[in-house]
């Protein structure tokens, strides 16, 4: 009997172990500047795109966050979208594209340690890479400038903003320059049994063209073990509030599968 309880009890603190690690890691995926290598697949699928909103773009995009180790006070969070595009009338004319689009690539310095206010931030580089497969796929402009994000995470909710500004430093002398502000404010909540409902938009201003493209995004996932391995896997809606021509219009759908690779 005794045996049998002692059992018992372990089971359930192993599973109670289990449970509070799958919740640590989902709190993690919130935070855009964790600790943890991480590789979401982020799949997009749009339309009503163009003057006459009859063009569509699925979407595809690689976004691995790496963190390496500064020193005992500072990590640097490597940050990469790689996107794959396959496109269709986008413009009059224009037809269909697919391959690669141009390259984002953040580095944030962030502190190791949480400060006292329990305040979560990072600050670096981001960069834009002209490797663009097509034409229409790529700016032909190389990029840079500022970016941040300043978080907070208490029992189960994470809230906070990440922004950046892009310059165009070098490129194509036959387009347009590149002068954009991206700002991300973010809301999630996550669930005991590791479920995470988030909510946020992803806002572009073009300063060149005085244009903002606003979709809202609200999405559901779930972290699961599939081999041993944590994989979060999930999916939502987005809604265009405003866009360019060039940009959809409408509802567009999401879909993610992030690998995990804690410590």
Partial sequence: ??????????????????????LDLANSLSNPVAAMISVPLQFNY???IGPQRDGSRTQLNLQPV???TVN???NLISRTIVPLVSQTDISPG??????????????????????????????GPVFLLPTGSEPELTARKW????????????HGWTYGILANHVWSVAGSQNRDGISATFVQP????TTPDAWTYAINTESTYDWKHSQWSVPV??????????????VSIGGGLHYWVESPDTAPHGWGVRTTITLLFPN
């Fill in 217 to 230: 995004n609200v999405n559901a996932s779930k972290l699961l073990k599939l081999g041993g391995m944590p």
């Fill in 66 to 68: 790496v963190p390496f």
């Fill in 186 to 189: 973010f809301l999630s909540f």
């Fill in 94 to 123: 224009s037809g269909t594209q697919t391959g690669l689009g141009d390259i984002s690539q953040s580095l944030f310095f962030s502190p190791r340690q949480l400060s006292d206010d329990g305040v979560i931030w990072g600050a």
């Fill in 143 to 154: 990029g840079a400038g500022p970016s941040g994000v300043v978080l907070r995470q208490s």
């Fill in 1 to 22: 009997m005794l045996a049998l309880l002692g059992l018992t009890l372990g089971l359930a603190s192993s599973q109670g172990q289990a449970a509070d690690n799958d």
């Fill in 72 to 74: 005992e006070n500072w």
């Fill in 46 to 48: 749009d339309a009503k």
